[in-house]
C-alpha cells in the first residue's frame, strides 16, 4: 500500500504456484505405478486423495532415484500453424533418464489427461491408434534421447484444444514428463504458403506451445 514501508509486492520472480502439487503428483506416480494420476499440477479430488493416504514416513521410491522408466522433455520440432482438416509433421525429443532401454514397438507416446482417451488430433494414416502417437524412432538406451515422429491432423472446424501426451511402456508402466499441445486451427492461414504435411506449399495454421517444467528448442517451418 502507498506509505506502507514494511510490506511490498515482489513480482520479479516466477510465479510457480502448482509445481508443489506437481511434485506430489509425480512422486506418487513413481511409487504407485497401478494406481496413476494426472500429472497437471492441480489439486483436484484424486490428488488429495492419495496426499492423504501417504505414508507417514516416505515413499519408497524418492525423487532423486530414478526408476527403471523415467523420462526428461527434452525438445520438439513442430510448424506454427495449419488449417482446418490439414496435417502437420511434429517431433518430439525425450531423454531416457531411467535404467532400462526403450524399444521400438514397445515404448510409445500415449494419450494422457485422462489417459488413454481417443485424441481429436488422430491421424488414422500415421498414428499406431487413437490412443497411441508413435513408438519411438529406434531403441533408445539409458542416458540417450528418443524421438517420436508423427503427425497430426487438425479437425475440420476451427478451434483452439488442448492435447497431453505422456510416454507408455504398454503392459509395464506409464511414465516421463506430461507433453501438452495447445492448438489453435483457423482459416486465417488458407492464405499461407507452408506445409501441413512436410512437403511445398501445403496450407497451415496451428499455433503450438508446448507447455512443460523443462526449457524447449522450438523451430518453426514457418518462417
Known amino acids: 500500500m502507498p506509505g ?23 512422486l ?6 497401478e494406481d496413476m494420476i494426472d500429472e497437471d499440477g492441480l489439486y483436484g479430488p484424486a490428488t488429495e486423495a492419495r496426499l492423504v493416504g501417504s ?8 525423487a532423486c532415484n530414478n526408476g527403471p522408466y523415467e523420462g526428461e522433455l527434452v525438445g ?8 482446418p482438416g490439414s496435417r502437420a509433421h511434429v517431433v518430439v525429443r525425450i531423454k531416457n533418464t531411467g535404467s532400462e532401454t526403450w524399444r521400438q514397438g514397445a515404448t510409445f507416446l500415449g494419450t494422457a ?12 494414416d500415421n498414428w499406431v491408434a487413437p490412443n497411441r502417437v508413435a513408438t519411438v524412432s529406434a531403441d533408445t538406451g539409458s542416458g540417450e534421447t528418443g524421438e517420436f515422429d508423427f503427425t497430426i491432423l487438425a479437425p475440420d472446424e476451427e478451434q483452439v484444444l488442448t492435447e497431453t501426451f505422456k510416454l507408455v511402456e ?13 492448438v489453435v486451427v483457423s482459416n486465417d492461414a488458407l492464405s499461407g504458403s507452408c506445409s501441413a504435411a512436410g512437403g511445398p506449399g501445403g ?5 503450438f506451445v508446448l507447455l ?6 522450438r523451430r518453426s517451418r514457418l518462417r
Open 203 to 207: 496450407p497451415c495454421a496451428l499455433a
Open 170 to 182: 504398454d503392459g509395464v508402466s506409464w511414465f516421463g514428463p506430461p507433453v501438452e499441445l495447445e
Open 113 to 124: 489427461a485422462p489417459m488413454d482417451r481417443d485424441s481429436a488430433l488422430y491421424d488414422p
Open 28 to 33: 506418487w506416480n513413481r511409487n504407485h505405478q
Open 76 to 83: 520438439a520440432d513442430l510448424p506454427d500453424m495449419v488449417a
Open 212 to 217: 512443460a517444467l523443462f526449457p524447449l528448442r
Open 4 to 26: 506502507d514501508e514494511v510490506h511490498f509486492d515482489h513480482l520479479s520472480s516466477p510465479d510457480l504456484r502448482g509445481y508443489d502439487v506437481l511434485a506430489f503428483q509425480r
Open 55 to 62: 505414508p507417514a514416513d516416505g515413499f519408497a521410491m524418492g
